[in-house]
């Protein structure tokens, strides 16, 4: 009986000692569903100024273009770029002696014979809450029948930008 009841022992204890030591696998998955919000800000406009401080590099003369000098304030928190700009308005003449401004615009026109036609694929970035002066290489023309009078004359353009963030 006792070597009936060592071995029963032993088995026990060979039992649990195994169980312990054995390895344990187990997997576990589990799946839901619900809803999730997000929202996007609103892209605040820019602010467009003549530039007070810099000078086009280059001038405008009948039949060519010249640089557009603005001063752009980013009212965003993050960084805009400029990718396109338009004429968004009447030209003023300030200057000269017979240039006229175009009152009328866009019909009829001054004899300045300057505008902005609409220019794409700018690369231009303006850090977020941020004011600089933008130079735009010849984005500014003079037709070959602008007035003599408008020899020293300056010019300022309304313009529109277009902007991705």
Request: hydrophobic share 40%; charged share 5%; net charge neutral.
């Amino acid at each position: 009986m006792r070597r009936r009841t060592a071995l029963v022992l032993l088995i026990v204890c060979v039992a649990a000692v195994g169980g312990i030591a054995a390895p344990a696998v187990a997997f576990f998955s589990s799946s839901g569903t619900g809803t999730g919000t997000g929202a996007t800000a609103t892209l605040l406009p820019l602010a467009i100024q003549s530039a007070t401080t810099g000078s086009p590099s280059s001038a405008l003369f009948p039949g060519g273009t010249g640089d557009l000098v603005l001063t752009v304030a980013n009212p965003n928190p993050g960084p805009v770029t400029i990718v396109g700009i338009a004429q968004g308005g009447p030209v003023n003449v300030t200057g000269g002696t017979g240039c006229s401004s175009d009152s009328g615009w866009p019909a009829p026109v001054g004899n300045s014979g300057v505008s902005v036609p609409v220019v794409t694929g700018l690369n231009i970035s303006v850090a977020g809450e941020a004011t600089q002066v933008v130079h735009v290489p010849g984005a500014a023309s003079m037709s070959t029948t602008s007035a003599a009078g408008c020899q020293g004359a300056s010019f300022q353009i309304p313009i529109t930008v277009q902007v991705v963030q």
